[in-house]
């Protein structure tokens, strides 16, 4: 998953001399909560709406209250790059930069999206919980069976914090019980099965 492929490319965009009043009015027109502030054609900053609700009476411009220099990324990154950048420094959204110019901008909440859209937690899929105590090259053989079975898997994690392993997977299925079945005789103990959510 690309930057480029879940960043917004239109971007509302602030100099640093508009007035704090006005880059407010701006969000709240546009229903976002970041501004990057650019001079000429060039980023110099971003400002949000919490940097400027705080702003004390005597700031009057932008440019007194936005954080200079913000962490930018590329459009060619991965989107989990971007994700551990907004987790480790506890910042809302990523202006998107190629070369000199501002491509976009991608915020926590297009990531958490293109996070959705990747685990297929959208579509109904069945989830299973494994232990896999002994089983050799476990990945490996639990794709070997969802593929055999004429399944789709659409992530696979293994949980390192339990003994054994536990490995979390979920997967389009049309006969979740041969799943289960060939699963249970490559060695692995199902430790549970979450069928989808039926909606309406």
Partial sequence: MLVRDHMAQKVVVTKPERSVAEARTLLKRHRIRQLPVMRKERLIGIVTDRDLRSARQAVRTVGEVMTAKPFVISPDASVDEAARLLRTYKIGAL????????RGILT?????????????????????????????????????????????????????????????????????????????????????????????
């Fill in 95 to 102: 202006p998107v930069v190629e070369g000199n110019a501002l």
């Fill in 108 to 200: 926590a909440t297009d990531v958490l999206d293109a996070f959705v859209d990747l685990s297929g937690v959208a579509e109904p899929t069945y989830r299973i919980v494994l232990a896999a105590k002994g089983v050799p090259q476990p990945e490996s053989r639990i794709r070997r069976v969802v593929e055999h079975c004429r399944g789709e898997l659409k992530w696979l994690h293994r949980d390192e914090r339990k003994r054994p392993p536990k490995f979390h997977l979920r997967l389009r299925a049309r006969r979740l019980d041969d799943v289960v079945t060939e699963l249970e005789a490559t060695g692995f103990e199902v430790a549970a099965v979450v069928a989808p959510s039926r909606k309406g």
